[in-house]
């Protein structure tokens, strides 16, 4: 590559210009540059074993929601762009793409030659009808809140679609990544969400919801260099054990989500590695800033100083992960606050001191956990729940029924376990959940420093200067925020040895982003 | 015999009184539970308006009675609509794993069945003995181990080493005897999971019968204690037998979710749950109705059956 | 060879419980009152087993504080630690100790299995009996309003019900109280139907005796041991029931200790060839084999038969 995009890299005229200079070259190299001896070989059945997916999943994009799902998805569907394992974005469906000089209006330069499984050959028709498909009054997807900076997209000519946005946003190629906005064949204008059609790497074969997919290598695949295995079956293998099983019984050659409690012994295993990917996703504890005792940043305090980070990373994740710092930007996004901001530790004096500015002695809080929010929720809240004790703060820990977890207790009731997986640029996390008045803002947390300097950096051009905003706006997150960040979770998978991975595996989603059936191969 | 007739038609019009009363019953619990379909499906990423308009395209903005009152009707016209969550008809997806689900509970029943029979009988015929109480202590610690404990051994011996396939997959085309050999570890859990019950109704029932007179007077007689059981206490032990075998059967139809979960069998109840997880209510309560049934009408066989098995009543009045 | 072994531990362990058996039933026959010696003296040594099993158990669940070695949910070191002479069963995996989760989930575990049994019998057996000897409309709607509950798979019942009113111990165990209710209405009132028709039974309600009389004098002691019978089978259901809801994400509230909820939280270590999980699924299934034994002997001293 004659001009690699990296994590650290990566400037702003890059990603505004996107892939035009890089043209045609940048295609031929896989994400990951591996070294010439492990080209990859085509051939071979991938079997999946999932830890999620169920009975309803459904092929409308606007309902993708687990795992399952979006590998699924991504097995057979294109986007307009893609995040490459370094965290850098790459052009997909969209060849190159272009900012006015306010990032307000973007266009994309569509890929010639794409066609769709069915043959119908891709325009900027079907990528219009694609993301519209989550716009709208009665849109009823999840990536509603995604697109919904979106005012006006249209079509200049069959192969270049403009898209005019509310306000300036220079992270905007990065969103057209996003797992629900695949890109399906239009007719009239629509796409029609239960259709199977797509332009990825897979054509399905068989899909029997909560039971298995089944997929074959899309002969006319526009990348060649991608897609090496002949097929895949997905299965839905819900049970933690019964995953390991499979894979150790050679029924399945890849699992996720790999049981934190006994991965020790599967590493044991002959002829199985265990895989594990530092990523951005990470646990969270939001407490609701509006209501008492969470107003008072001081409790606020009180309560993050009282948590064993180092204890959770290792008795929760088995030492899978990595502590949090009460921010949620990982160590794999570009603008990572690192040493600038001094890592929080368990003290339980602090706490104290802490507390007694509130004008308390102790404290009477109840934790709402369920192993919905993420594997591990109410240990972990037991494990908090003994740490406190020593500062003076009564945790009771309270397990919620799994069922009805994100429609009934989170951001219902004041403090709550939760998740995020992670999003690819600060700007994307930050409005997501932390922006007064976000839709998933968890903790109702408002801070008019906070939305100013995140207004300003989504439209800042200089890099070091947005380097500056986003570490004093993490600095926020972790002093004066309603949420306690403690441990960022590793993706942990584990494969045979017959399966080959690239040197390095996307962090951004789990299953190398989502991109296992296109970026893996068998040895 | 004309009672017996009368008696299946009261039965089941009281059938379709209970399945009538269990629609009603999940359809209103379902409604109670926290959430819709528009919230669960969209779980974390749900927000005002996506919920709204999903409730407005799917109509679960109606009043409760009305939807109960349109999804009768039709469930009477034999419409028992589509899934709420991926637009699949309620019967297409029913059907297929309805299969499943009684090729499992028929599977472990073959097996289960006349394991505890025999060895219910052989522990009421040597009562007492070392035999009888090692029966006893096996059955009663197979039982005493949660469904999916005794899985994960059986995993651990017989999927491990690799004799039986821990997941099971029917892939098209088949055949029956892959099927058996593909569902064995669940259906030998659950054989493990039922006998003990069935195999102690039995051993107490004949027990119970062996100190009334007419045995007495058989082994007087000089019978042998075996044909002293099973001609003389078994036809009178039956009834409690078969109502405790139809009770089993019944479990092995609708309650074996945790089983499937871990063999990853694609039966009916994951569908339930996963149904009512999503509040996806058309399929709910098609499944609900589906073992609503199955219960009722094993119920009534073993009603019929015990009434058939006892002259007595077979000739009341 | 390894079978070998394992039939010969089995071997030594089935002789040692027999021997244990032994030595309580000389105890108690030793320091009991005549009658009561009497009784013991005949009892099989199964049965004094599981009365000395249970008499343990009693014992392990009051004095849970007294026996400890530490708190019920005191985080005492790393995770899944070996056994030793600190931690003699080891750690779990969040660090507790496993004896002390042990002597607690005794005291938890048998506390509600027994609570919520005793309740499902008395309400069973109640209405069962009412019903019966009501008859009439009374036992119409009894026996319809069950077989509706009923005709609802238990998992499914407790997994609405619980979600619709929460996990607290109180609504755990109404909700599976309620299940088993069910099932034993319907024993109680076969059972009873049998019995209501007998001649003594005409006699007594001729000499004018009210209903409580009768289901309390004639009808309850004629119909106790298939009763009996089903309390045993039932105490075990519940456990199972307990942990099948805690596989669902349903049973008891950290961080109280609860075997069904130990099973399954290292129940994947079982496939690894691990016996941890093993220590509290042995727990629950001993209890179930000793009570079964004591029911045992009941059924077989009710059934009059002499060998």
């Keep these: 590559m004659t001009k690699s995009i990296t994590r650290t890299g990566l400037t702003r005229r890059s990603v505004l210009r996107g892939a035009t200079a890089l043209g045609a070259a940048a295609l031929i190299l896989p994400a990951g540059m591996r070294a010439a001896s492990a080209e990859p070989k085509k051939g071979g059945i991938l079997r999946i074993g999932m830890g999620s997916g169920s009975t309803s999943d459904s092929l409308d994009p606007g309902s993708w929601a687990d795992a399952y799902t979006q590998v699924f998805a991504t097995s057979r569907h294109n986007y307009l762009t893609e995040i490459d394992a370094d965290g850098a974005l790459q052009p997909e469906i969209a060849e190159s793409w272009e900012a006015s000089a306010d990032a307000a209006t973007w266009t994309f330069k569509i890929r010639q030659g794409v066609t769709f499984h069915s043959g119908k050959a891709l325009d900027a028709e079907d990528v219009i009808a694609s993301i519209n498909h989550h716009r709208g009054e009665d849109s009823t997807s999840a990536a509603k809140p995604i697109v919904e900076g979106i005012t006006e997209i249209k079509a200049d000519g069959s192969h270049t679609v403009v898209v005019t946005l509310e306000s300036g946003n220079a992270d905007f190629p990065f969103i057209m990544s996003d797992y629900h906005l695949a890109i399906l064949p239009a007719k009239d204008g629509a796409i029609d969400p239960a259709s199977t059609d797509g332009c990825g790497a897979y054509v399905l074969d068989s899909f029997e919801p909560g039971v298995e997919a089944r997929l074959t290598r899309n002969p006319n695949y526009w990348k060649t260099d991608r897609a090496h295995f002949d097929g895949i079956e997905l299965l839905p293998i819900v049970d933690g054990a019964a995953r390991q099983n499979a894979l150790i019984s050679g029924q399945v050659d890849v699992i996720d989500r790999v049981d934190l409690n006994t991965v020790h012994l599967l590493k044991r295993a002959a002829n199985i590695n265990v895989l594990s990917v530092t990523g951005s996703q990470h646990y969270v504890f939001p407490m609701d800033s509006r209501a008492a005792p969470f107003s008072d940043n001081n409790v606020r305090m009180a309560i993050k100083h009282a948590v064993d980070r180092e204890e959770l990373v290792e008795k929760i994740l088995n030492g899978y992960g990595t502590v949090g710092n009460d921010h949620p930007i990982s160590t794999a996004n570009r603008f990572h606050a690192g040493d600038a901001l001094e890592q929080r530790t368990y003290d339980a004096d602090k706490a104290k001191w802490y507390l007694k500015q509130a004008g308390m002695d102790s404290l009477d809080i109840e934790l709402s956990v369920s192993d919905a929010a993420f594997g591990g929720a109410v240990d972990a809240g037991v494990l908090m729940s003994e740490k406190s004790a020593a500062a003076g703060i009564n945790l009771t820990v309270k397990r919620e029924p799994a069922d009805g977890y994100w429609s009934n207790i989170w951001m219902k009731k004041p403090f709550a376990a939760s998740y995020w997986g992670g999003r690819p640029t600060e700007d994307w996390m930050f409005s997501t959940a932390y922006k007064s008045g976000a839709n998933w803002n968890e903790s109702f947390w408002e801070n008019a420093r906070f939305d100013q300097l995140l207004a300003a950096a989504r439209s800042e051009l200089d890099n070091d200067k947005r380097r500056e905003m986003y570490v004093e706006m993490q600095g926020l997150v972790r002093d004066e925020g309603s949420t306690i960040i403690p441990m960022f979770a590793n993706y942990v998978m584990a494969h045979s040895t017959a399966v080959v991975t690239p040197e390095k595996v996307a962090p951004n989603w789990t299953m190398d982003g989502f991109r296992v059936a296109e970026r893996w191969w068998f040895a | 015999m004309a009672h017996v007739w009368r008696m299946i038609a009261q039965r089941l019009a009281l059938g379709f009184l209970t399945l009538f009363v269990v629609s009603l019953l999940i359809f209103g619990a379902t409604e109670l539970l926290p959430g819709d379909f528009a919230e669960a499906i969209l779980g974390q990423s749900a927000t005002p308006e996506t919920i709204a308009a999903i409730r407005r395209d799917l109509g679960l903005d109606l009043p409760f009675h009305t939807r109960y009152i349109g999804w009768l009707s039709n469930v009477l016209q034999g419409d028992f609509g589509k899934s709420l969550a991926n637009q699949q008809p309620v019967i297409e997806l029913i059907s297929k794993r309805l299969g499943n689900t009684l090729f499992l509970a028929l599977y472990a029943a073959a097996m289960a069945v006349p394991l505890a029979l025999i060895l219910g009988i052989l522990a009421a015929l040597f009562r007492n003995t070392v035999f009888d109480r090692m029966s006893n202590a096996l059955a009663l610690t197979s039982i005493s181990f949660p469904e999916f404990f005794v899985a994960y051994i059986l995993i651990l011996w017989f999927a491990q080493t690799g004799y039986f396939p821990s997941i099971v997959r029917f892939s098209p085309g088949i055949g029956f005897g892959e099927s058996l050999y593909r569902s064995f570890l669940p259906a030998l859990t659950l054989t493990l999971v039922v006998t003990a019950h069935m195999m102690r109704m039995t051993r107490a029932a004949l027990i119970n019968l062996l100190a009334s007179p007419y045995i007495e007077m058989a082994r007087l007689k000089g019978m042998s204690p075996m044909r002293v059981i099973l001609r003389h206490a078994l036809p009178n032990a039956l009834a409690p037998i078969i109502n405790v075998v139809a009770l089993n059967l019944a479990y092995l139809i609708t309650g074996v979710v945790v089983v499937e979960v871990v063999f990853v069998y694609p039966g009916l109840g994951q569908l339930m749950v996963d149904s009512v997880s999503r509040r996806d209510i058309p399929v709910v309560q098609a499944v609900a109705l589906i073992f609503a049934s199955a219960y009722v009408l094993l119920n009534l066989t073993a009603d019929v059956l015990s009434t058939l098995s006892n002259p007595r009543l077979m000739h009341r009045r | ?307």
């Design chain 3, 1 to 307: 060879m390894s079978i070998l072994i394992s039939i010969f531990w089995f071997a030594v362990a089935v002789v040692g419980a027999m021997a244990l058996g032994w030595l309580f039933r000389a105890f108690v026959v030793a320091v009991s009152p005549q009658r009561q010696a009497q009784e013991m003296r005949t009892a099989p040594l199964t049965a004094s087993f599981g009365l000395l099993v249970i008499l343990i158990y009693v014992l392990v669940a009051a004095l849970a504080p007294i026996i400890a070695p530490f708190g019920e949910s005191e985080v005492v070191g790393g995770e899944f630690l070996p056994w030793d002479s600190t931690y003699l069963l080891g750690t779990d995996n969040l660090g507790r100790d496993m004896l002390t989760r042990m002597i607690y989930g005794a005291r938890n575990t048998v506390g509600i299995a027994f609570t919520i049994t005793a309740l499902a019998f008395f309400v069973g057996t109640v209405l069962g009996l009412l019903a019966a000897v009501v008859g009439g409309w009374l036992d119409q709607v009894l026996s319809r309003s069950v077989d509706v509950l009923m005709a609802i798979p238990s998992l499914i019942f407790s997994l609405l019900l619980l979600t619709i009113f929460g996990t607290s111990v109180l609504s755990l165990v109404l909700v599976i109280a309620t299940v088993d209710a069910t099932r034993v209405f319907r024993l109680a009132r076969s059972v009873a139907q049998g019995i209501v028709v007998m001649d003594y039974i005409e006699a007594a309600r001729l000499r004018g005796e009210g209903k409580w009389w009768l289901i309390t004098r004639e009808i309850l002691p004629n119909a106790m041991a298939p009763l009996v019978a089903e309390f045993g089978l039932r105490f075990c259901f519940v456990f199972l029931a307990i942990s099948g809801l805690s596989f669902l994400g349903l049973g008891i509230q950290p961080p109280t200790a609860d075997w069904g909820g130990m099973v399954r939280d290292n129940a994947t270590l079982i496939t690894f060839g691990d016996l941890t999980p093993f220590l509290p699924a042995g727990a629950i299934a001993l209890l179930t084999v000793a009570v079964n034994f004591v029911v045992d002997w009941q059924l077989h001293k009710s059934s009059g038969l002499k060998e």
